[in-house]
């Protein structure tokens, strides 16, 4: 039978069109939000908004933020002990490190982009407020994901939208 | 290859490991044994630098590749074989097809199967778990319980394997309750109340 044989860095590759699938579903859907809905992007990007419809959108956009962070991470999470046995658990940390800022430099990049060319504005806070998010949540599913297994990914994000909503209300937003 | 010095480890309040002491030397085939919860995981993963000890030190030669299976292995459940070995194995480029096709062949795996590891019965998941500790021509090796989930065939096939592999000039050391009969141990020892005691007579 014909088979073809892709090598590994082209699998590689393969996480990063994931990765960028991710970014461009979410730029569709902030085209959608703007165009269809109307609606203001620093309550569905940044905050936890109040009206259903802004709810829907928010969690959908909290989910690729978390999908971007966690396509970086979840293979070598997942094959943790044989890739530390390979490389010693200092090397795996820093590693583990670098991917998550690495995605988070191209999240920064991505959301500048996007702001600028949907919105004609760019909310720096809510960004850093992002990004340390997202900080936060990559180390520490990389840290739980043993424990937790195929519910980090959702319980990390009941524990966004939750932070985000206690944010909301501390802002008056 | 490898010095184990005065290694301690406890996990709250219960001492596992009071005082290990253990050299690894080049062609040696080691059997470790002990009761549940003796420590010998603990051992294995203090060495392979997954835990670190409370005291104590491990000295390795520069020029030792350590090569492991401890317990259940982890493995990228919607992925592969293929894709999780060449993942493995392209860590430090060390790829080699030729010989993952050899083991995946030796063990009755099919390397070209789309199957994902998810749907792996435990024997299969072990089999896998052995071939990733063996295929980068890794020359110091850890097998805790390798014969787990195993069949009677792949056991001998196992055994056959340690036995060439030591001919050849590689270091194992196997941590299990049944002792492989065919497997030709340099030297055996128990693990005992935190201890490592020789049992070469």
């Known amino acids: ?173 | 290859m490898l010095k184990v010095n005065h290694i301690k480890k406890s996990f709250t309040k219960n001492n596992i490991l009071e005082d290990i002491n253990l050299e690894i030397n080049k062609g040696e085939c080691l059997y470790i044994h002990g009761k549940n919860g003796c420590g010998k995981s603990t051992l294995f993963k203090i060495i392979c630098d997954i835990i670190q000890s409370d005291s104590g030190t491990i000295e390795k030669d520069s020029d030792t590749y350590i090569g492991a299976l401890i317990e259940n292995p982890g493995f990228i459940e919607n992925e592969s074989l293929r894709f999780n070995l060449e993942f493995l194995a392209s860590i430090n480029h060390h790829y080699n097809e030729e010989r993952i096709r050899e083991l995946c062949h030796m063990y009755s795996l099919n390397y070209d199967s789309s199957s994902i590891l998810k749907n792996y019965s435990v024997g299969m998941r072990q089999k896998a778990g052995i071939i990733q500790a063996v295929m980068e021509d890794q020359n110091l090796i850890f097998f805790d319980e390798p014969t787990r989930g195993l069949d009677e065939e792949s056991i001998i096939v196992f055994e056959d394997m340690v036995n060439t592999l030591v001919k050849k000039g590689k270091s194992i050391v196997i941590a299990s309750h049944d002792r492989l009969p065919h497997v030709h141990y340099t030297h055996t020892y128990l693990l005992e109340e935190g201890t490592l005691k020789s049992e070469d007579y």
Request: proline share 2%.
């Open chain 1, 1 to 173: 039978m014909f088979t073809i044989h892709i090598p590994i860095y082209l699998k590689r590759g393969h996480l990063r069109v994931k990765i960028i699938k991710n970014y461009v579903s979410l730029f569709i859907l902030f085209l959608i939000c703007k165009e269809v809905f109307h609606i203001d992007f620093i309550d569905i990007k940044y905050f936890f908004p109040q009206r259903p419809i802004y709810i829907v959108f928010s969690l959908l956009v909290n989910y690729f933020y978390l999908k971007i962070v966690f396509d970086c991470i979840f293979q070598y999470m997942e094959i943790d002990t044989f890739s530390i046995i390979r490389m010693g658990k200092k090397k795996y940390h820093t590693m583990m490190f670098k991917r998550i800022m690495h995605t988070l430099i191209s999240f920064v990049f991505f959301s500048i982009f996007t702001d600028l060319f949907c919105f004609h504005d760019i909310c720096i806070l809510g960004l850093i407020e992002t990004v340390c998010i997202e900080t936060v949540i990559g180390l520490w599913m990389s840290i739980f994901y043993k424990r937790l297994g195929t519910h980090t990914f959702m319980a990390n994000l009941i524990l966004i939208i939750f932070v985000k909503y206690l944010m909301t209300l501390a802002s008056g937003f």
